[in-house]
């Protein structure tokens, strides 16, 4: 009887623990809120900010399509996702380019779905952060795409930079995944790792003048997972390293060797400042790489490029005008000083020109005297 009563009085605790963890979820569950941005009059909120600002740990912000001109502040554990899930049909803009377009600085925020332009620091910024996960956007003309600062455990995946000065770059990060990201057409390094060790960089494109910075730190990095049969990003069998263009078309993944026809280079790629990548892709679909190229806008870095070498003659002929203008002001500053010392030099002359002394004037009168005597 009383082991009856000891195993009925055990099933009861552990439905009353069941019960209590089912209602604590629930609880849990129900305090989430949903909260919808729209730039037109329908949403609950007009900008982006406010409906953080307003929001509680847990909660999701769904933005509808638009142009939303803000920078924006995300401290609170909120994943913010475009309702359309395309970037280009939901553009953050920064109000102020002096300042990063998006700045994330709570752990745990996911951030997906968005284009984001206008700033000249960071299109997004992640200081001081843990698991925060950023996908799928488009990430364009900023000083860096991505910028990790301080900031462990996070996930970078799916997301397009371009026409960046540097696409994404890390600084004092570790443990980080980057992957399924297109980095292209930017004017400095696809990615630059500073301090920054443990990473996990594999499955994304690169395809710029300098894929990778050449720093020392690269070789603490991983540059590849273990092969896993998945398709990677240029529609290969499997997932592996990285696929390594150039712009002339002359890249590792470009020119490598595929001998077994499964989509890995033959040979290692060997990363310049250290490291290596153990499965760089090889385009075994080549429409694949075309249809990827597809999404890239070249003119836009080819305008870029030509706006830079304008910039830089121009700065050029500005220079030398400076230099031209400043030297004649010299020269003429020379000039004014010879003429000026040439002419002290002839007053000079005349102040210290003899007279006639009183010896000669004494003899002319002497003479004077003398001829009037002897008439």
């Not at 996908?135 to 990790?148: D, T």
């Not at 273990?226 to 078309?249: C, H, M, S």
């Amino acid at each position: 009887m009383r082991r009856i009563n000891r195993q009925n009085f055990r099933a009861f605790k552990l439905t009353a623990l069941a019960i209590t963890l089912a209602v604590l979820c629930t609880c849990s569950a129900s305090s989430a809120s949903n909260l919808r941005v729209s730039s037109a009059t329908e949403g609950d909120y007009i900008s982006i900010q406010a409906a953080i600002d307003e929001a509680e740990a847990g909660d999701t912000i769904f933005v509808s399509p638009g142009t939303y001109v803000e920078n924006l502040k995300i401290n609170k554990q909120v994943q913010i996702w475009s309702e359309s899930r395309k970037p280009e049909d939901t553009v953050i803009r920064a109000a102020d380019p002096t300042k990063s377009a998006i700045e994330i600085s709570v752990d745990q925020a996911s951030f997906s779905g968005f284009a984001i332009e206008g700033s000249k620091k960071a299109g997004i910024l992640l200081t001081g952060v843990k698991s925060c996960y950023i996908n799928n956007n488009r990430v364009q003309g900023a000083e860096y795409g991505i910028l990790l600062k301080g900031s462990d455990n996070n996930t970078i995946s799916n997301n397009l930079i371009t026409l960046e000065e540097t696409g994404i770059r890390l600084e004092s990060s570790n443990s980080n995944n980057i992957l399924d990201n297109s980095i292209a057409y930017n004017y400095g390094p696809g990615i630059s790792l500073e301090e920054s060790s443990r990473n996990y960089i594999y499955n994304n494109y690169f395809k710029n003048a300098e894929n990778v910075e050449e720093k020392a730190t690269n070789s603490e990095n991983i540059w590849q997972s273990p092969l896993k049969t998945r398709q990677n990003i240029v529609r290969g069998p499997y997932i592996g390293g990285n696929f390594w263009a150039d712009l002339e078309g002359k890249g590792y993944s470009e020119t490598g060797v595929d001998k077994n026809s499964n989509g890995i280079c033959d040979t290692s790629y060997n990363i310049t400042g250290g490291g290596t990548d153990k499965y760089p892709l090889y385009p075994k679909v080549p429409n694949a790489v075309k249809a990827l190229e597809s999404s890239l806008n070249t003119s836009a870095y080819e305008q870029g490029l030509a706006d830079r070498e304008n910039a830089t003659s121009s700065k050029a002929t500005v220079n030398e005008t400076k230099k031209a203008t400043e030297t004649a002001a010299e020269n003429a500053t020379d000039e004014n000083a010879t003429t000026k010392n040439a002419t002290n030099e002839e007053a000079s002359g005349e102040k210290e020109s003899p007279g006639s002394g009183p010896g000669i004037v004494g003899l002319a009168i002497g003479a004077a005297y003398f001829i009037r005597q002897n008439r």
